[in-house]
């Protein structure tokens, strides 16, 4: 009489999220049994010990008690209560009412400002949405993808499962692209042509292509080329660009930096290729993953498709106000001659410096295991190494075992996506670096031994 | 070569959601054009000068920036400190890490034991998902629920417009059942009968009741006896049941109580069907709707079913963490004895006690203007009064006139359903005494001008 498994749709049932599949659920079963355990599965910073940024707190501190500007004035710094004062104001009801469904226009004000300032380009507020985490903006933007389950969107091979689980969800086809691990995990115009040409063979109307840059899991910066060769083959296929970059802030390779799709296409004069971008309060150095910030900029969509994405946000409201605040904290930081800044200069170098020590570290110290090979953590937050597998082995086996043995916690490569008869795991660089050492140590042990 | 309309999809276009609809983006221009607008499209109490809870501000305060319980200890009661930091030890990371997906145990195990003393019956807290709100509760359990293009979900007419766009989006099929407006809008087994037959003989196969109690947009509250029909019904009909009970605190009417269907479910001794009882932090006397809080509490579902369901919010990784901490707030309320008890007594008295008048002055003088019946708002947050239509006007210019002339913005009975050759609106009993006089007013002199 119940629902049974037998009522639940095919869509529900194939979906899969390896990230937090059955190796995190036997993780965490170890550890209430007594094990120790490192959880090197999810971009997860202050799970792992990594400080949140004060200037974001004392923001979301005052804006959730705004009586704390007169009653506790000394233990915030005149900015932060400016600050929060601004937001208080603009959001003209603060953080207990509903927004419009796009968000705060206030934030999204201040987002275009961002945007502008580190592109130096316009950016429209009313093309941004904010979300809850840049999840929910990719979801959004998969929804008014596919529609019908013959749209086909491309996606890196690896890939973030949550493209792949999305696409099942709502029933589209994956199109999956292969990364050249041999060049740092670069895309090439010839592999992207290989892909959309085996789709249209199956029948498959390609809509999208989704980049990911910082990679992940590949830790791997794009150069601004393969940002230009890839708008050009979206144009040349009328393809939308759904572009991940989520990671901007997480550069660690000399001489590398982050390009935004926006800024490639204002450079290029493009604007036929529509383009989704996201960006999140979870990563970066502000690592805020539990509020649930983030945003989606959108360019070169007609006003009848925009509004239809507007409709679709509208059912659920609103995305959550403390993460539309912690969005507000990330693109404002205090302002030039406050007192806030040098603290969060302070703590934002902290962060990413020991990131960059904790890539090199991992990268490094995977490369010194025979049998291992990873490319550098050019950026973003995991190692996706290579290894071998011993014959008739699964990655999934692998991981399991690594876990049941040493208690470290990784995500098979399979969850991400390879190339045939290749076997990775996913690794975060997030553990603070005495834990990374043990695991590079753990590792080595672990798999001189595997058979 | 840009996203044109003709590459959406069918689900999206035709999805509806009057509550944000053409007239609130109507009203938001007159607004910005100088015109005094009345929302009383939507329960969002903050925005309409209701105050939040001080005791759910200040653990929010405290959990942001921990360092307040130290450096501004003065300013907070010594249970709030106390709360603040059994919730950060319980979470482990604070607000700032992703949470398990189906969200902290530590607050599941709250919301189970707020469960269990409402009701006198067990709550089980791994059947406890927390939700951004409780609108995503219910799209999660929609999801589940909805495989197929002939799979039903019965909805009531009237019903909240989440139902019908969500089960639109998802490809299902809504099968409405009328509410008896001549009794309070009650449910009656004939009309449930009249429905689901209906839906067979077209071919629909019926997984689901939707009941929101008390409701949205009829203000009603359903009697024990009403509750266990339905339960009944669903049993004889192989049904699980969405119970909506977001609006349980708000309860006006004298002799009314909330009963919800769990206990109705445990009275009866009912083990065979599956229920998804919803919550939410936005309602109620919190009022706490930005930061987008709320639980699915899960009942009879067998356990491949849940894991499909906790998959399914792993996805998109946890809801919001301060929003986690808003339920929190909500179950667990300051405690006996302690400094903020008293406060806390007073601010939802005050917030109760002032809806109980609005929602009187509201239906009464809705039923002072000739041409209009309103039931008794006995609960929940809004007046659905009945009007006389001139012919040739739909509900939906109506409403649009009565903007245009008034600035007061209601949403027309046909975004929610209605029997046809019957007119309505949905107002909220929330702006303040004043504002709501002044519609009482301005309804009465529009209506009987408008033809």
């Given at each position: 009489m119940a629902l049974t498994i037998a009522d639940i749709g095919k869509a529900?049932?194939?979906?899969?999220?390896?990230?937090?599949?059955?190796?995190?659920?036997?993780?965490?079963?170890?550890?209430?049994?007594g094990m120790e355990i490192i959880y090197c599965n999810i971009g997860n910073p202050q799970a792992l010990a990594q400080k949140p940024i004060t200037w974001n707190r004392q923001l979301l501190a005052l804006c959730a008690y705004p009586d704390l500007a007169k009653e506790a004035a000394s233990v915030f710094p005149s900015d932060a209560i400016a600050a929060a004062k601004a937001f208080i104001s603009g959001s003209k009801h603060g953080i207990g009412a509903y927004s419009e469904s796009k968000g705060l226009k206030f934030v999204r004000d201040a987002v275009a400002a961002f945007i502008k300032n580190r592109d130096g380009i316009e950016s429209d507020p009313d093309s941004i949405y904010l979300t809850d985490g840049a999840s929910k903006g990719v979801q959004a933007a998969l929804r008014m993808l596919i529609a019908g389950t013959n749209d086909g969107i491309m996606v890196?091979?690896?890939q973030y499962p949550l493209y792949s689980a999305t696409i099942t969800m709502f029933e589209g086809r994956l199109v999956g692209y292969y990364l050249d691990e041999e060049h740092g995990w670069a895309m090439s115009r010839d592999l992207l042509e290989d892909s959309i040409e085996t789709a249209k063979k199956a029948g498959i109307k390609t809509k999208a292509i989704v980049v990911i840059n910082p990679g992940n899991p590949t830790g791997s910066v794009l150069a601004a080329s393969n940002i230009k060769m890839v708008i050009e083959f979206a144009k040349d296929h009328g393809l939308s660009i759904l572009a991940d970059e989520v990671y901007q802030d997480n550069i660690y390779k000399e001489g590398a930096s982050f390009m935004s799709f926006a800024k490639a296409m204002a450079e290029l004069g493009e604007k036929s290729v529509s383009l989704f971008s996201f960006h999140s309060t979870s990563k970066g150095f502000l690592g805020e993953c539990g509020q649930r910030g983030g945003y989606v900029e959108t360019r070169n969509l007609p006003s009848d498709v925009s509004a239809q994405m507007l409709k679709m946000q509208s059912v659920s409201l609103c995305s959550n106000l403390p993460g539309q605040l912690a969005t507000y904290g990330m693109v404002c930081p205090p302002p030039a001659g406050g007192p806030s800044l040098p603290l969060y200069r302070q703590e934002k170098n902290a962060i990413l410096e020991e990131l960059k020590i904790k890539a090199k570290l991992l990268a490094d110290g995977l490369n010194s295991i025979p049998g291992f090979r990873s490319n550098e953590v050019a950026g973003a937050m995991y190692a996706f190494p290579r290894f071998e597998l011993p014959k008739g082995r699964t990655d999934n086996e692998y991981c399991m075992a690594l876990l049941e043995k040493k208690g470290i916690c990784t995500v098979p490569g399979s969850g991400f996506g390879q190339l045939p008869g290749t076997a990775h795991f996913r690794t975060t660089i997030l553990p603070p670096r005495a834990s990374l050492e043990k695991v590079v140590k753990d590792v080595a042990v672990f798999h001189a031994e595997y058979s």
């Open positions: 529900v049932l194939d979906t899969e999220y390896a990230v937090r599949g059955p190796i995190v659920a036997r993780a965490q079963e170890l550890e209430k049994s890196p091979v690896p």
